[in-house]
T-cell receptor, first 116, second 112 residues
Framework: GAVVSQHPSWVICKSGTSVKIECRSL??????MFWYRQFPKQSLMLMAT?????????EQGVEKDKFLINHASLTLSTLTVTSAHPEDSSFYIC????????????FGPGTRLTVL | DAKTTQPTSMDCAEGRAANLPCNHSTISGNEYVYWYRQIHSQGPQYIIHGLKNNETNEMASLIITEDRKSSTLILPHATLRDTAVYYCIVLNYGGSQGNLIFGKGTKLSVKP
């Protein structure tokens, strides 16, 4: 149980285009979903936290107008990278938790974004 | 949330126990110790967590010192598939789960 999927697993896009990444909790309802970014050989950095039905909370330095997060249901959150540029190329990972308390997060397999 | 200190890398022979240390000297009373690992190019995987008692599950054991200032993750019989970066994180109970602050972790290499 507690499986989180992401789609697509990898994507290549042209500079200036927008890319949407989906994160789904397959067998549980995720009250809270998180989005992380990981550059090569670096650790994960939290980008934002989203609760179903409310606006996402962004970490300092993360542009909310560039990284649009929608958490419309208890099983789906989307991250849209708008007007992507090469510096946005990264490994994007989502995670989900069925509570907002102290339970473990279940991570998706990640999406590798390459912006040309 | 308290910061953690881990060795950058460790080697372990296949079949032997891997003992991964973590220092969290500034941990507060309501902070849990969590361990995750990340195999190359995959999402992180939860391993185990604990507050003050030692914990064991099907993946690993977690030994927390009595003063809670350090802990050790033990993989009893390491396999090649356990090669990964292991992250030790402390987290405030009831706080935002999103504050999983991933440090650099320990890169464990299991060798045949």
């Amino acid at each position: 149980g507690a499986v989180v999927s992401q789609h697509p697993s990898w994507v290549i896009c042209k500079s200036g285009t927008s890319v949407k990444i989906e994160c789904r909790s397959l067998d549980f309802q995720a009250t809270t979903m998180f989005w992380y970014r990981q550059f090569p050989k670096q650790s994960l950095m939290l980008m934002a936290t989203s609760n179903e039905g409310s606006k996402a909370t962004y970490e300092q330095g993360v542009e909310k107008d560039k990284f649009l997060i929608n958490h419309a249901s208890l099983t789906l959150s989307t991250l849209t990278v708008t007007s992507a540029h090469p510096e946005d190329s990264s490994f994007y990972i989502c995670s989900a938790s069925w509570t907002s308390g102290n339970d473990e997060q279940f991570f998706g397999p990640g999406t590798r974004l390459t912006v040309l | 949330d308290a910061k953690t200190t881990q060795p950058t890398s460790m080697d372990c022979a296949e079949g032997r126990a891997a003992n991964l240390p973590c220092n969290h000297s500034t941990i507060s009373g309501n902070e849990y110790v969590y361990w995750y690992r990340q195999i190359h190019s995959q999402g992180p995987q939860y391993i185990i967590h604990g507050l003050k008692n030692n914990e064991t599950n099907e993946m690993a054991s977690l030994i927390i010192t009595e003063d809670r200032k350090s802990s050790t993750l033990i993989l009893p019989h390491a396999t090649l598939r356990d090669t990964a970066v292991y992250y030790c994180i402390v987290l405030n109970y009831g706080g935002s789960q999103g504050n999983l602050i991933f440090g650099k972790g320990t890169k464990l290499s299991v060798k045949p």
